[in-house]
């Protein structure tokens, strides 16, 4: 995790979410991997010299590229960049995948049929669009062609011209564009559909968002979590928070059965961490179990939830 340079302050979260409850435990370091390709790389084979058979981490995708092209041991990258799966490196950020069959699957069931997706530019929002094109077809929903915005200037209108309002949105991008799209949105009979991204967010009393489902933590899993690291952190610790909490737990587990490895990793049965259940495929992809909130008036409700 990155301790030094630009992004020491997250660094210092993530190593408060690995040492909660009393440590990392005998046979598990942590190590620094700095801000840059390189250092993240001296840093990884210094640990493999060392005699370690397994890395989690870096948390940044260029990092965990590099690190991955290094070493010989099996990587399990914070980064929720699915493109760095496979060759030994096992990805288990949360992805855009995850959050579309978690949110599309309760679409599904609740009949919404037609969904359009709206995404700013840039990556994430190609990935999140492209996610929940293959995500919904799967699923048997009709998904249009998404979207691409800068702002929500004539919104409504770009949504009729592509055969009238449709009775789902998926809003993955939890950014500056958010809550613009979600006003233009309001009143319209529209069911709003939100990612994981919306969970670093406070949507409570937000007009905009009354009644919309969004894709986050199981909340009976990850409030205790939360509300424990908040504690010893002095600060709420998001998703990346649980993940690392859930990567130390899953070195443990590991490396207790003797099984730090590739076969260890994919086990069949999988794991279950303060985010959710979870399982690797042999392709470096992992299927993850979220749940879907409704959000309320000051307050949020299960709604659903995903397995695997």
């Keep these: 995790m990155p301790l030094s340079g630009a992004s020491a302050e997250l660094g210092q979260t993530l190593q408060s979410a690995a040492t909660l409850g009393g440590g990392p435990g005998i046979g598990i370091e942590i190590i620094d991997s700095g801000s840059t390709p390189e250092t993240a790389v001296s840093a990884a084979q210094a640990a493999v010299a060392a ?37 030994g490196t096992y990805v288990f950020g949360v992805t855009p995948t995850q959050s579309a069959q978690a949110i599309l699957s309760i679409a599904a069931q609740r009949n919404l049929r037609e969904v359009a997706v709206i995404v700013p530019p840039g990556a994430f929002g190609a990935q999140s669009a492209a996610a929940a094109e293959k995500t919904g077809r799967a699923l048997g929903l009709s998904m249009r062609p998404a979207l691409v915005q800068q702002n929500a200037d ?106 730090l490895s590739a076969k260890g990793l994919t086990r069949k049965e999988g794991f279950t961490g303060v985010v959710g259940p979870y399982r690797f495929q042999k392709s470096g992809l992992c299927e993850r179990g979220l749940g879907v909130l409704k959000v309320g008036a000051g307050e949020f409700s299960l709604i659903g939830s995903t397995s695997v």
């Design 51 to 87: 005699g370690a058979k397994m890395i989690v981490g870096p948390v940044f995708s260029a990092q965990a590229e590099a690190v991955g092209k290094a070493v010989r041991v099996p990587l399990v990258t914070l980064s929720n960049n699915e493109a760095l799966a496979g060759g």
């Design 154 to 259: 004539d919104l409504l209108a770009a949504l009729r011209a592509a055969g009238g309002l449709p009775n789902a949105v998926y809003l993955p991008a939890a950014d500056a564009t958010l809550e613009p799209f979600a006003q233009a949105l309001r009143g319209q009979g529209i069911q709003l559909l939100g990612s994981t991204q919306w969970s670093a967010l406070d949507l409570s009393g937000r007009a905009a968002f009354r009644d919309a489902w969004f894709a986050a933590p199981d909340p009976l899993r990850f409030a205790a979590f939360d509300d424990a690291f908040s504690k010893a952190a002095g600060k709420p610790g998001g998703i990346i928070s649980g993940l690392t909490f859930d990567a130390v737990e899953l070195l443990r587990i590991l490396g207790q059965s003797g099984q």
